[in-house]
């Protein structure tokens, strides 16, 4: 496992942070209002402030034509079925675990690489897997009774979550010759095409003008989420191995958790702070630097 770089885990860190503050904040924007609509709102509000960044660094906007087939297939397993998937969960769950649920992503991963891409698991990497599956365990733990009465809702995460783990492996192996912001401008500029399609078909009765807190949830989705944390996490993921990239980010699900039994009074069990100290173990597995191998002398 390669260690972070000062960028990446800056990276790390405000990704984490943003992310796992947006599970509270979606659902008070869905709270009264649709959820596909609010997040088709959110991107297209949220993609003028990536294309500025692009703009601002100079990073080129062209994707060449040959490329656009994986880049679409890219953008339906990272980006699609996520969106659509996880914004029905959060409408149905808490929304703490709706985030647990959704980030069962690493495990999915860990075992599609395994299976699909012939990944080999080092002992560290099997041990932050299991600790992070363990701790997804103990958070659902006082939640498995109800849970059971919300299928749809699990099932919708779960799905997100598999399929965003498909995404992460083919992410890290595409050979598309762009800048990772140009793939997650256009992934996005299809996204906000297909979450429009989804709302228009699913919920246009519904239609009607946001509350002020549906606003303020949308805004901060198109500024922080989609006019950072996409273009931030494929950059992690492009630039790590699929294991430490999706274990790295296991703390996003705990600060959802804790940021929502603050904000929405979620209540909280012994078992989340023992998955605290399980996601830690989970993260350290992979961004802890390994000993360098001794020359035998």
């Known amino acids: 496992m390669p ?8 990276v790390l860190i405000l990704l984490t942070l943003v992310w796992g503050l947006n599970w509270p904040v979606m659902k008070l924007g869905v709270t009264g209002y649709p959820p596909l609509s609010f997040r088709a709102l959110s991107i297209w509000l949220g993609l003028p402030v990536l294309a500025l960044g692009l703009m601002v ?31 029905l969960a959060v409408k149905a769950l808490s929304s703490g675990r709706a985030a647990i649920l959704g980030y069962t992503m690493p495990i999915f991963s860990a075992v599609l690489g395994a299976v699909l891409f012939s990944a080999v698991l080092t002992r560290r990497g099997w041990l932050g897997v299991s600790a992070a599956a363990l701790g997804v365990v103990l958070l659902l733990w006082h939640e498995f009774t109800g849970l059971a009465g919300r299928p749809a809702g699990v099932a919708f995460a779960l799905v997100a979550a598999a399929t965003w783990a498909y995404g992460t492996q083919l992410l890290r192996r595409t050979r598309i010759p762009v800048a990772t912001l140009t793939l997650s401008f256009w992934m996005t ?23 002020a807190a549906a606003w303020g949830s949308i805004l901060y989705n198109a500024v922080l ?6 273009a931030a996490w494929f950059y992690l993921a492009r630039g790590l191995p699929p294991v430490a990239s999706t274990l790295s980010v296991m703390f996003i699900p705990v600060l959802g958790v804790f940021s929502g039994a603050i904000w929405l009074h979620e209540v909280l069990h012994w078992q989340d702070w023992a998955a605290v100290a399980l996601m830690v173990v989970a993260i350290a597995s992979v961004l802890w ?9």
């Open 3 to 10: 260690a972070l770089t000062r960028q990446q885990l800056i």
């Open 57 to 87: 660094l100079k990073v080129p906007f062209r994707v060449p034509r040959e490329h656009w087939r994986e880049l679409l297939w890219l953008a339906a397993t990272n980006m699609f079925v996520w969106h659509a998937c996880i914004i």
């Open 189 to 211: 500029a299809l996204t906000a095409v297909v979450m429009t399609a989804l709302a228009t078909l699913f919920e246009r009765t519904q239609w009607a003008p946001p509350s």
């Open 225 to 230: 989420i989609f006019g950072f944390a996409h």
């Open 289 to 297: 630097p390994s000993r360098p191998a001794q020359n035998p002398s």
